[in-house]
Structure formats: structure tokens, C-alpha cells
């Protein structure tokens, strides 16, 4: 994805972006090809650390863009693009977190097109002349904050990864999910709170 056709979240649409958009509203068919090619990276990876599974993050990809092209025509520019599709994005995650709470299926182990695989395996591993009690002790703070995230409600799921591995402001989190920077902050705490109950020994 072009960092400057994304822009920052929370800024004004750029002049790029702008005419892209504007010509999309008007049928252009390539101007929205060249508006989904520009941001198809940063909705894929943001659906994928949400979700934690290719399959659903996929999901989510085909049902964003597909939603931006029923309703870009409401498109006002009273924001930035990158926050309005990422609106879109998070309130998609969010139905699929509720669903997964429902059902009570969340497993580790998780559905690709080369079979299926372990969550946890898709870390990153320290090199193998690391030492192996270090490397046992962050596989189990893995499955630890993988636990504690799980236990989170969808929203305070939502705020935690956007704030720690989006690096997103509360007030660009709280125009995404439709409410306060305050709202963001006191769901963000609370789901800190749970995070450090899980933990304990870990932080």
C-alpha cells in the first residue's frame, strides 16, 4: 500500500485521493480499481491482526470493498478516506468477534488453503541457538496474551490491538468504532486491566 495514498488516519483526504474518489462516485470503474489497489494491503494485514485467521481476514477484505462500492457514493469527505474504510473494516471485525463469542469456537488452530495450521506457530521463533528457556518462557507469554485477548468483550478486543499493534490514536479508534476518544480510553483501560489479571507472573 502507498503510505501517501493512505495518508494519516484522522487527516483530511489528500488531492490524490480526492480526484480518485470523486471520479469512482462517477462510475469510473479503473479510479476505484486504483482506490482499492492503494489500500488493499492495510485492509488485509488490519483484518488479519484483528482476526488472527487468513480465512476470515480474506473474508473481511471481500465484504469492505464490496461495502465501499454500495456506499461511496455517501461519501461526504468530512473525513479521511483511510478512517471511513477503516469503519467499515473494524465494524465487519467486530461481527465476526461477536459471532466467534457466540459460537465459542476461537481456536488456535485455524483453516488456510495448505490445511490447517497453529496460530501460535505463526510468530515469529527466536533463532535456534537461542536459549530454550527463554524461548519456552515467550511461547507461554504468547499463549498467555493469545488467552487474555480471547477473553476480551469484541470492543475492548477492537480498542487493545488497534491502540498496541496499529499504533491508531484513541481519537482516530473512537471515530472508527462511532464514539468518544473518552469512550476509547475507558474501554482501552479496562481491557488492560483484564490483560494484566491474566498475565500476573508475565508483567
Request: charged share 30%; aromatic share 8%.
Amino acid at each position: 500500500m502507498g503510505q501517501d495514498a493512505a495518508g494519516a488516519v484522522g487527516a483530511r483526504v489528500g488531492p490524490q485521493v480526492e480526484s480518485l474518489i470523486r471520479a469512482a462516485q462517477r462510475g469510473d470503474a479503473d479510479a476505484f480499481e486504483q482506490l482499492v489497489r492503494a489500500y488493499d494491503q492495510s485492509v488485509l494485514r488490519l483484518a488479519m491482526n484483528l482476526l488472527r485467521s487468513p480465512e476470515d481476514a480474506r473474508d473481511v477484505y471481500q465484504e469492505a470493498f464490496l461495502r465501499v462500492y454500495r456506499n461511496l457514493h455517501a461519501f461526504r469527505f468530512d473525513c479521511s478516506f483511510h478512517t471511513w474504510l477503516y469503519r467499515i473494516v473494524t465494524n465487519i471485525c467486530l461481527d465476526q468477534l461477536r459471532k466467534r463469542k457466540v459460537r465459542k469456537e476461537e481456536s488456535a488452530v485455524v483453516e488456510t488453503a495448505d490445511g490447517p495450521i497453529d496460530r501460535m506457530d505463526s510468530f515469529e521463533e527466536e533463532g535456534v541457538d537461542s536459549n530454550p528457556e527463554r524461548t519456552m518462557w515467550n511461547r507461554q507469554l504468547k499463549g498467555k496474551i493469545e488467552s487474555a485477548i480471547d477473553d476480551l468483550t469484541p470492543r475492548e478486543r477492537m480498542v487493545f490491538e488497534l491502540r498496541h499493534y496499529q499504533g491508531l490514536r484513541l481519537r482516530a479508534i473512537g471515530e472508527m468504532l462511532g464514539t468518544s476518544e473518552e469512550a476509547a480510553k475507558n474501554c482501552l483501560f479496562r481491557a488492560t486491566q483484564k490483560m494484566r489479571s491474566v498475565l500476573g507472573e508475565f508483567v
